[in-house]
């Protein structure tokens, strides 16, 4: 059993979809950080089958929670102080969410204007659609 040591001041990002952590390594842009990272991938989870971990020892701030919202609103992200979980935060689907993804409709003002933000708006919470404030165009995965 492959064993990582344990965190004395950090994050734990938990429950990660098999297979999604690198995609979330690199929105979160944890390669920037002066930080040990530990990836676990395909851990055996008695939920999910196979799950992936994020291990992260640097403070919780550095951390954009409604980016990770978006990405997967399932993560548990647990807060670890004294090598002891302190805190779990759920996630929610943020209601806007800047210059995390670009809208892809060639008529949208964020094609011409290349220093607009590309904002997208959640708007349907049931079946997770975000469309660009600026033309609606709907994001697809």
Wanted: aromatic fraction near 6%; charge should be positive.
């Amino acid at each position: 059993m492959l064993n990582v040591g344990e965190l004395n001041e950090g994050f734990v990002l938990d429950h990660i979809q098999a297979g999604k952590s690198m995609d979330i390594y690199k929105y979160l842009k944890l390669g920037q950080l002066d930080c040990c990272v530990a990836i676990i991938k395909n851990a055996r989870s008695s939920k999910m089958g196979k799950k992936d971990i994020i291990k992260v020892e640097c403070p919780i701030d550095m951390l954009d929670l409604d980016m990770l919202g978006f990405i997967d609103h399932n993560i548990t992200v647990n807060i670890i102080q004294d090598s002891k979980i302190i805190e779990k935060k759920k996630l929610h689907l943020p209601k806007e969410i800047k210059d995390v993804i670009k809208c892809k409709n060639p008529r949208c003002i964020t094609s011409i204007e290349q220093g607009l933000p590309h904002i997208f708006v959640l708007t349907d919470k049931e079946q997770e659609v975000y469309r660009c404030k600026y033309c609606e165009e709907k994001h697809k995965w």
